[in-house]
Each structure stands twice: as C-alpha cells, then as structure tokens.
T-cell receptor, first 112, second 112 residues
Framework: GNSVTQMEGPVTLSEEAFLTINCTYTATGYPSLFWYVQYPGEGLQLLLKATKADDKGSNKGFEATYRKETTSFHLEKGSVQVSDSAVYFCALSRRGSEKLVFGKGTKLTVNP | DAGVIQSPRHEVTEMGQEVTLRCKPISGHDYLFWYRQTMMRGLELLIYFNNNVPIDDSGMPEDRFSAKMPNASFSTLKIQPSEPRDSAVYFC??????????FGPGTRLTVL
C-alpha cells in the first residue's frame, strides 16, 4: 500500500541554520507529494507540493524536489527562523485521488 | 477569501452527551474531509465526501460517529453518545482536484 516515512523528531536548530527533514514514500504509479506545516494550536497549512518527477515545490524559503529514483521528497530551508518552529508533515496522494496519506510529522524547534 | 470554517472552536461536554461539529468548506471545493488528531494516534482520516456523497468512511471509529453533508457548503460530524476517549482535535479540510487540501482551524473536543 501507499505510505510515507519521515525522519523522527524532534529537530532542534539555532536560528539561521540549514534545515533538512527527510521524507520517503512508497506508492504505485506517480503520486503527488506535499508538505504541510502545523503551527501550535492551528490546523495544517499546505506549504508546498509537486506533482511529477523532478518538480520542485517552493514556498516561504522552503523547497522540496520530487525524486522518483530515490522515492524521496526532502524538505529544505537554507536559513531557519524562530517563526518556523512547528510540526511538518509529508504526504502523498495517488493520481486521481484527493485522499492524503500522511507521515507522522516532525517537530521542529528553532532557538534564537 | 475565507478559508475552511469550523465551529465551535472549543467544546467541553460530559460523557453520554451528543456532540455536533460543523464545517463550511471553501466555496467551489468539491471534496470535504474530516480528521481527528491526538497525541497518541496522530492524524487520522475519519471520512471524506465528494460532491456531497460519502466516498470512504472506513476511518469512522464506531457507530457512535456519523457525518453528513446536506449541501456543498455545510457538513456535520456527530458523536452520540460521546465518551472521554473521543477527546481530540477534529479538523475539517476541503479540496478541489489537484490543488491539495486546505484545513480549518479545528475543534478541540473535551469529553469529561
């Protein structure tokens, strides 16, 4: 079946550090891939997405590239801020389906 | 544009009482999803609708839970009777094919 595996957290970084959160997936065919972010006390927000191999999604300084050869969609940011502290979820949807399969989430804390 | 609207934002009730959670999706979106989030179990998909028709309710935990979508702009999730183990944050999300899901702010339910 379809599944998403994220690196275990929590991740703690200092402000301006480089961020990578690993995400790999198992799916048949060519799924769409997503990163969602959840700030404390809020719902999940769509951060970025990619719908085909080699696509790069980007938003608010975050990037992720759809790598079919390694079945990965790692989230990166060159310089994190305290305001980036949140839980990040990787997710996929099968082509033709709107149903999302989520990873377990990775909590990021950025210290000043 | 208004995002997904959920009400109430907080609900405290006693065991055995009926609870009704409400959701207004983003106008024009044709999919609606209900999720539950707890520390222990993470994010769980309960049920989703397409064009007001339930497509997959396999995540509904038991017969005490029911969901309806009488029209394109309104859905309810009802728990009757409620139990303490139903305490969680319940999210509603909506989507239009291919754009990803947009989440509401959630309803925090506490059953005493």
């Amino acid at each position: 079946g379809n599944s998403v595996t994220q690196m275990e957290g929590p991740v703690t970084l200092s402000e301006e550090a480089f961020l990578t959160i690993n995400c790999t997936y198992t799916a048949t065919g060519y799924p769409s891939l997503f990163w969602y972010v959840q700030y404390p006390g809020e719902g999940l927000q769509l951060l970025l997405k990619a719908t085909k191999a080699d696509d790069k999604g980007s938003n608010k300084g975050f990037e992720a590239t759809y790598r079919k050869e390694t079945t990965s969609f790692h989230l990166e940011k060159g310089s994190v801020q305290v305001s980036d502290s949140a839980v990040y979820f990787c997710a996929l949807s099968r082509r033709g389906s709107e149903k999302l399969v989520f990873g377990k989430g990775t909590k990021l804390t950025v210290n000043p | 544009d208004a995002g997904v609207i959920q009400s109430p934002r907080h609900e405290v009730t006693e065991m055995g009482q009926e609870v009704t959670l409400r959701c207004k999706p983003i106008s024009g979106h044709d999919y609606l999803f209900w999720y539950r989030q707890t520390m222990m179990r993470g994010l769980e998909l309960l049920i989703y609708f397409n064009n007001n028709v339930p497509i997959d309710d396999s995540g509904m935990p038991e017969d005490r839970f029911s969901a309806k979508m009488p029209n394109a702009s309104f859905s309810t999730l009802k728990i009757q009777p409620s139990e303490p183990r139903d305490s969680a944050v319940y999210f509603c999300a909506s989507s239009l094919a291919g754009v990803g899901q947009y989440f509401g702010p959630g309803t925090r339910l506490t059953v005493l």
